[in-house]
Each structure stands twice: as structure tokens, then as C-alpha cells.
């Protein structure tokens, strides 16, 4: 298997995020969350615990942007819609798919669909003039914007061009090529009781707990580089590393019983 290794393909020369608001202001709930209901299937509610959408599902994500779907990454062109954050993958009968708002199916995944390179090349756009504006639906890249111009400076034709002709080697072997913003990192990370070994989330600049340590390991949402939307979410494992809850910072557990459920 190849290796997995990094490379900094610089276009320009510190960008930012369209979205420069105070650290903590700027994080918001998705509109539908994932939420363990009865200790055993996935359904989807919303930040006060509302379902939305039915529990039937083994596994259930974020409805957010999976950029394996990129243009250069898939052997089809016309599943790069489904990459976007209007879908989100779920896993119903032993089976992954893509499911829109709605929940309904829109993508069954096929291996095939895929191409199969094993590197990883994380591409950065640096510039201060210049932020991320959107995505791209027809590449799933995203879209940069020249703030003095008011022009997009990547992906337009041109810039879409030099980029597949400087990677063509890559992009010929199904090398992963993924594009994404940096994002300003949070001051959120998360602690271990040295005693229980149980895990928890604490602001890092002043020391305060946000949610004290109670599971056995956390994924943190809102610093993942690989994400577009930073969530004031964790997801938490109790013990079981097949079941999972989303916790946001509030503390608040995305976990349901039928009690509680009209």
C-alpha cells in the first residue's frame, strides 16, 4: 500500500474564511443532527432534540461536504453533486448511502465510483487578499475569491486548467486531491481524568471544562481540517465503539429513548 504522505501545493502566498466571526459566536447547530435513539438505531433531530427524520438507520453523519467526491477523485463527474453538504452519508441495512434532507436515498456508494490512489496532497490557497467564498458543486473544490477584484480566482477555467495540468501525474495514478480552508483553530480540545482515563472537552486557553470527562474517546468537529462547517459538536464513544452520540459543547447528548419520543 502506498504511504500516506502531505504536500503544500501553494497557488498563491494566509488566507482566510469567509466566515471571521468571534471564536465561539461562530459556531452553529446544523439544522439536523444525528441522534441515537432506543440504544440502537440513527435518526435525525434537530438542535433541541426534535426528530426530523425517522430512526432507521444503522450509522448516521453530518449532512456536510465529503470531499472524496472531488472532480479529480471519482470516475464519474456526475456523483460530485452528491459530495455536497445537501446530502449526508448514512448506512440502512448493511448498505451506505447518500440521503438528501429528506431522507431519501440519492447515492448508493460503489468502490468503483471511486479512483483508488492511497496519498493524501492537502492543498492550501495562501493569500491575504483573498478568502474562500464557497463550493464549487461542479468540482467540490472551493471557490476563491479575489477580494479586490471581486473576481473568483479558483476553480474559473483557466486556474481549473494549470492546476489538472501540474498534477496530471497525480491525478492520473487516483491520488486524492483535497482542497480545503484552514480554518481559525478553536480553543476547544479535549482532556483525560488521569484516574478514569474517561475524556472530556475544556476551553485550553482558560482551563474551563465545557463537558467533563465521561467517555471513552471523542472525535472534535470543530477543529477538523477536513470540514467546511465547524459544529460546536463531539462525537463520543461510551464504551461501545459501535454506538456513538453527537454532544454539543453545551453538553447537550444527541441521544434519545422511547420515553421521550411522542
Known sequence: MRSIF??????????????TNPITKSLSYPELIPVLVNDS??????????????PVYEKAELFEEDFNFQIFHVNKPEIVKYGSAEY?????HGERYRIDKNGDPVYKYDAA???????????FKN??????NKVDET??????????????AFPDDRSMADFKEKNKTFIDEGIRLIYYPKF??????????????????????TGEIMIKAQYASIEEYYNNPLRVHQYPLIVAFSGDFNKYIYVGLNGT??????????
Open 6 to 19: 502531505i504536500f503544500l501545493f501553494s497557488l498563491l502566498s494566509t488566507f482566510t474564511y469567509a466566515q
Open 253 to 262: 447528548e444527541y441521544v434519545l429513548y422511547s420515553a421521550k419520543i411522542e
Open 41 to 54: 438505531l440513527y435518526g435525525y433531530c434537530d438542535s433541541v432534540l426534535d426528530i426530523k427524520l425517522s
Open 88 to 92: 449526508a452519508w448514512v448506512q440502512r
Open 127 to 132: 493569500s491575504t487578499s483573498h478568502t474562500i
Open 139 to 152: 468540482t467540490l473544490f472551493q471557490q476563491i475569491k479575489n477580494d479586490q477584484t471581486g473576481q473568483i
Open 113 to 123: 465510483d471511486f479512483k483508488t490512489g492511497e496519498t493524501l496532497i492537502q492543498l
Open 184 to 205: 481559525t483553530e478553536m480553543p476547544y480540545t479535549y482532556f483525560s481524568d488521569e484516574q478514569t482515563l474517561l475524556q472530556g472537552i475544556k476551553n485550553k486557553e
